[in-house]
């Protein structure tokens, strides 16, 4: 069965300090791992998509990684507007588990104090 | 930028009741989705649909459960006889491929009593 876990639960970070939250994963053969923004009382909006470990992408203040066993988004010098809960998602290679759709994490809220 | 847009974002129900969830996915996209996000939960995968049938679906969708897209444009999630349980926000999403990102739409509030 495919696994994601995301740590920390929460984060509650001053603006600009920067950290990074975590997604460790168990999959049947990773076709992509997704990161997603979810604002409250919102769906989901896309960040990221990476397939293979090594891989890196950035945009603004985050920048996603990506090993055989984990995914970590970075956040440099984040502001009040970065607050919200980021969501770790993969997509198995492999029918029957979910091949077609996202296994998602439970999510990290974060919280960026002024 | 194209949105997924989800109709009605609020729905309160009777246990036992009928409830349609529509969705107007982005034009181009051929492969459809619902999820669903139990408060405080993970966002969980219900069903794929694609070329008019379903291909794949979850544990949790039951035949209680069932999907359609009757003209080609609005993507719709009927749950025949709701239960307590089925309180939570459902999200439709789509994309071009299944390789591609997924759109989802702002969700639509489930709330039965």
């Known amino acids: 069965e495919d696994q994601v876990t995301q740590s920390p639960e929460a984060l509650r970070l001053q603006e600009g300090e920067s950290s990074s939250l975590n997604c460790s994963y168990t999959?049947?053969?990773?076709?992509?791992l997704f990161w997603y923004r979810q604002d409250p009382g919102k769906g989901p909006e896309f960040l990221f998509t990476?397939?293979?470990a090594g891989e890196e992408k950035e945009k603004e203040r985050l920048k996603a990684t990506l090993t055989k066993k984990e995914s970590f988004l970075h956040i440099t010098a984040p502001k009040p507007e970065d607050s919200a809960t980021y969501l770790c998602?993969?997509?198995?290679?492999?029918?029957?588990?979910?091949?077609?759709?996202?296994?998602f994490g439970k999510g990290t809220h974060l919280i960026i104090q002024p | 930028e194209p949105e997924v847009t989800q109709t009605p974002s609020h729905q309160v129900t009777q246990m036992g009741q009928e409830v349609i969830l529509r969705c107007v996915p982005i034009?181009?996209?051929?492969?459809f989705y619902w999820y669903r996000q139990i408060l405080g939960q993970k966002v969980e995968f219900l069903v794929s649909?694609?070329?008019?049938?379903?291909?794949?679906k979850s544990e949790i969708f039951d035949d209680q459960f069932s999907v359609e897209r009757p003209d080609g444009s609005n993507f719709t999630l009927k749950i025949r006889s709701t239960k307590l349980e089925d309180s939570a926000m459902y999200f439709c999403?789509?994309?071009?491929?299944?390789?591609?990102?997924?759109?989802f739409g702002s969700g639509t509030q489930l709330s039965v009593l």
């Open positions: 998602a993969v997509q198995a290679a492999y029918s029957g588990g979910g091949a077609d759709g996202l296994t």
């Open positions: 999403a789509g994309r071009i491929s299944t390789n591609e990102k997924l759109f």
């Open positions: 649909f694609y070329n008019n049938e379903i291909s794949e």
């Open positions: 034009s181009n996209h051929l492969y």
């Open positions: 999959v049947s053969g990773l076709r992509g």
């Open positions: 990476l397939y293979s």
